[in-house]
């Protein structure tokens, strides 16, 4: 699907590996280089016609997230260099003035690292209590075990939509209806949902999102944190300095600008923003609706051709997603990885920054392949021949 938008699948490669980052289309390329080779001006500083441009150029791409999500308001969505810095603001500037010593924060033990060492370093700064929900048997978040977790202390729930490894997609909705009825805010980590389904925020009714460009056909660099306007209000300044700012005379008077912009101090990554705005759209032209189905067949498909194979050991068998966690019995999964990447097949191996999980699989490192639109039966066939013959990878590892 659209493979012919993607140069560097111009190169006999069998890119494996989105769920880290994804392919840029020519037209993501495209956009950001018109911007530097035509109006490259800073946002919302000059009095001139290619500063207007790039300032209806951000704003549109802002209003592009707004509706991409279905926000209410476009103050909503405040640009963020990626889902690491946004959950790291939402837990540091505002929970940091909200949560104190004692109060609970949930999460799981399938978490990515930026929504679980956020909340840590929260906890030895204030001493709040990170308690973490137990994982049924396929290693998913239910809402029957994270209702037994509550406690009049729980002020947060903070959850990955999609896992990063096990590929499992939480029922975000029903956590969120729960979490309010006991006063309780929900922190959604979308960085590996928000490129592969369609997210309602107003449907969903979370009260923060956070989620990058780099996963979704945009470039590096640049994220989306989201949170209810009456939240974000009440958010500190991560940074202060150019943009954000109305006046300051003294310290004692110091006035800053309404939302989003206080929140986006000094010169932001203005192609960044431009590029995910083309991206969104790229995506909105094809359709998540389609995207997700097509991926769910793929998955069914590679899950079908591995399953043969013996000496493959499926760690998410049961998954929602592009995301198929597995390793070849008795081999090393770097050591796969490299053998795969001779064939320009790449896949990632480790434990994928999600150092916790192997308290719930027993697996302390696999290989990876996160699916994406672009990638074919084709692309699972040439992987699944690879991996056909264990004793072949054993004799080319030396």
């Known amino acids: 699907m659209n493979i012919e938008d993607f140069p560097m699948l111009k190169e006999d490669l069998v890119y494996l590996d989105n769920g880290a980052t994804s392919l840029k289309p020519q037209c993501v390329i495209d956009k950001m280089t018109e911007y530097y080779e035509k ?34 308001f476009k103050e909503e969505i405040v640009f963020t260099s990626g889902a690491t810095e946004s959950l790291n603001w939402i837990a540091t500037y505002f929970f940091g003035k909200y949560l104190e010593a004692g109060d609970e924060v949930l999460i799981t033990n399938s978490e990515h690292a930026s ?120 958010m500190e300044p991560p940074n202060v300095g150019g943009g954000m700012n109305e006046s300051f005379d003294s310290p004692q008077e110091v006035y800053y600008k309404d939302l989003p912009t206080r929140l986006e101090a000094g010169t932001p990554n203005i192609a960044g923003v431009i590029g995910l705005g083309e991206a969104i759209r790229y995506l909105e032209n094809i359709g998540m609706e389609k995207i997700h ?40 999964s770097q050591d796969v990885a490299y053998y795969l990447n001779k064939y320009k097949v790449c896949v990632r191996a480790g434990n994928h920054c999600a150092k916790n999980l192997k308290a719930e699989t027993g697996v302390q490192n696999s290989l990876r392949i996160s699916l994406y639109f672009y990638n074919t039966e084709e692309d699972i066939d040439n992987l699944v021949e690879l991996l056909r013959n264990k004793d072949k990878i054993l004799e080319e590892m030396i």
């Open 293 to 332: 189905e097509y991926e769910k067949k793929l998955r069914n498909y590679a899950l079908q051709e591995l399953l043969v194979l013996p000496h493959i050991d499926l760690i998410n068998i049961e998954s929602d997603s592009g995301i198929i966690a597995f390793n070849v019995d008795g081999i090393f």
């Open 115 to 234: 929504n679980v060492l956020p909340w840590f370093r929260l906890s030895n700064k204030l001493g709040i209590v990170i308690k973490f929900i137990p994982l049924d048997d396929n290693h998913y978040v239910t809402v029957e075990n994270i209702e037994k977790m509550l406690s009049p202390k729980t002020k947060v729930i903070a959850l990955a939509s999609i896992t990063n490894v096990i590929g499992d997609a939480r029922p975000i909705k029903e956590i969120c209806k729960l979490a309010h009825e006991n006063n309780i805010f929900v922190v959604m980590d979308g960085a590996q949902s928000v490129a592969h389904q369609k997210t309602d925020v107003q449907d969903l009714d979370v009260d923060f999102l956070a989620f990058s460009g780099h996963k979704m056909c945009g470039p590096t660099g640049i994220g989306v944190l989201y949170g209810k306007k009456e939240l974000l209000e009440e």
């Open 39 to 72: 109006y490259s001006a800073n946002a919302h500083r000059g009095d001139y016609d290619i500063s207007f441009k790039v300032d209806q150029e951000y704003e549109k791409t802002r209003e592009e997230v707004r509706r991409f999500i279905n926000a209410r």
